[in-house]
């Protein structure tokens, strides 16, 4: 038999503790109990989608992956071994050969990338090939569509059509109606998941783009916000920005500028409402884990080559130099979720290095934070690397989501796993020598259907304990959402996240996190 009604008389009983626990001990800047500004300074299309509702053809953005069928022969175009031969249409079923990732130039131009990252191309006479290493105006196709159906063709005004033989030529010279089969394509969105600042801007184009982001940058965040999180206790906001705002206020197409800006105002509200500002470099140029939220054009790695590199490292360099003195600033994180799967350890090793003399070339006290990779990578690592000799942080992002595991666990399992997993690492790196810990993304949602405030209550205050524990803090994510268990103002009012401003002290914690796991399962 369930008892929901002794559950919530527990719970209460629980919170009094935990206030009585902690009454009047935290009044200094011990640790961070920071907020993100997640989609902010650097776009996030999930965060707040109503930026790209002005886009035409916006399921055609830059990154889309897309597969392209001949209406007449009813096979798919194909470019064999993933690129570096002529185009075929012979597939009677698509895969990766036949997947096209969109470059956008405008709302009807695009070029078309293929697995290994070569371009469709039109310069070896009539026919298509997939040989192109960079694009130019012979990788550039200009789209007519009808819904789903597309005539394609060079900027030359010759279509693409397709031959008995199964191969792609330029040479259909008139103009092709919808029932001319063997110019007419289907084209099936593979993927259109991609909703940063580079969709943002190739989408909008240069002009409109930046009167979306102006309006945005004004109004997502504001001086409100950093009297509201003060009241609330928090004591810091982990700002994300991108590499571009080092070239403000005219940054590289297709970036806006005006970032820069907004940054400085942030600094400003900071000093009036008493919180500390940390620095996070979100997107990398060519980005550094292929996400929408490092400004990825289509999903590529392109971070760790010597130019793009020497490019961050002179962002680094402007942060660092502009806001070293800002009485505001507490730290500088190099880099954010840099990918396993793609970015070398030592190469980001010898990058964190780097990094870290520069900040400390202008700075002795600014905290440097060194993110962890993303994926199959222990954190453990950074500690074993000599990142640098004082005010070092690394930064640990801990969500109950993105990965399978995950999906089935129900409210009770969620919570014994911050228990059982989260805190025996934190506090097994608190005791590691080196840098300090920082749980600098977490977040009040899981995938539990239909949970119940108290559920979410309970989730949110196990991780504030166990987060509590990290040495340099914790920061949530994010400050505002669409998706409003992300959004911690609306969870904040909403009381489904409670108790923001205490960090239980250990003694206390454990105490409490023992009641919870004998409690919960009737609670659950």
Not at 172 to 195: C, K, R
Not at 404 to 409: C, G, S
Not at 414 to 421: A, D, R, S, T, V
Request: hydrophobic share 40%; with cysteine.
């Amino acid at each position: 038999m369930r008892l929901p009604c002794f559950g919530l008389f527990v719970f209460g009983v629980l919170l009094s503790v935990f206030r009585l626990a902690h009454s009047s001990t935290d009044n200094d800047f011990a640790k961070v109990r920071a907020v993100n500004l997640g989609g902010w300074l650097v776009v996030e299309g999930w965060i707040e989608p109503s930026l790209f509702d002005g886009i035409p053809n916006r399921d055609m953005l830059d990154g889309t992956q897309v597969q392209l069928k001949s209406v007449g022969l009813q096979k798919y175009l194909s470019a064999g071994d993933g690129g570096g031969g002529n185009l075929t249409v012979d597939r009677d079923a698509a895969s990766s050969w036949e997947t096209f990732k969109l470059w956008r130039i405008s709302m009807n131009e695009f070029q078309f990338r293929c697995f290994n990252g070569q371009f469709l191309t039109a310069s070896d006479g009539d026919v298509i090939s997939a040989t192109a290493d960079s694009p130019g105006d012979s990788e550039t196709f200009y789209i007519e569509r009808n819904n789903t159906l597309l005539h394609i063709k060079l900027l030359n005004g010759s279509y693409l059509q397709v031959t008995d033989n199964n191969q792609l030529t330029s040479n259909y010279t008139s103009q092709p109606g919808w029932d001319d089969d063997m110019a007419t394509f289907e084209m099936t969105i593979v993927a259109n998941n991609l909703h940063g600042d580079y969709q943002l801007a190739n989408g909008y184009g240069p002009e409109q783009a930046k009167s979306v982001l102006t309006e945005h940058r004004k109004n997502f965040v504001s001086g409100s916000d950093f009297l509201f999180m003060a009241q609330k206790g928090i004591n810091a906001v982990r700002i994300p920005v991108g590499w571009w705002i080092a070239y403000d206020p005219d940054p590289p197409a297709p970036f806006i500028g005006g970032s820069l800006n907004a940054l400085d105002r942030a600094f400003y509200w900071a000093q009036i409402y008493g919180l500390k500002c940390i620095i996070d470099l979100h997107a990398a140029p060519g980005s550094q884990n292929g996400m929408e939220h490092s400004a990825s054009r289509d999903g590529s790695v392109d971070w760790p080559s010597e130019a793009n590199i020497q490019k961050t490292l002179d962002a680094i360099n402007f942060l660092a130099q502009r806001y070293a003195d800002n009485p505001c600033l507490l730290g500088i994180e190099l880099l954010n979720e840099p990918s396993a799967a793609a970015v070398p350890l030592d190469t980001l090793v010898s990058y964190y290095k780097t990094g870290y003399q520069i900040v400390r070339s202008y700075s002795n006290t600014a905290y440097v934070i060194f993110c962890q990779r993303i994926g199959n990578a222990d954190p453990m690592e950074l500690y074993q690397a000599y990142l640098g000799a004082s005010n070092t942080v690394v930064d640990l992002h801990y969500y109950n989501l993105f990965d399978p595991y995950f999906e089935k666990l129900n409210a009770t399992e969620n919570i014994q796993f911050i228990y059982k997993n989260r805190l025996p690492q934190v506090q097994s790196l608190n005791r590691a020598n080196g840098p300090l810990v920082f749980i600098g993304e977490w977040v009040n949602e899981w995938n539990v259907t239909n949970a119940s405030q108290v559920q979410y209550q309970l989730f949110g205050n196990a991780q504030l304990e166990v987060y509590g524990e990290a040495s340099f803090g914790w920061s949530y994510w994010t400050l505002k959402c669409n998706s409003v268990h992300w959004d911690y103002e609306w969870n904040i009012k909403n009381r489904y996240l409670i108790g923001g401003s205490l960090l239980i002290s250990p003694s206390y914690m454990l105490l409490v996190a023992g009641c919870l796991m004998y409690l919960l399962p009737l609670l659950t």
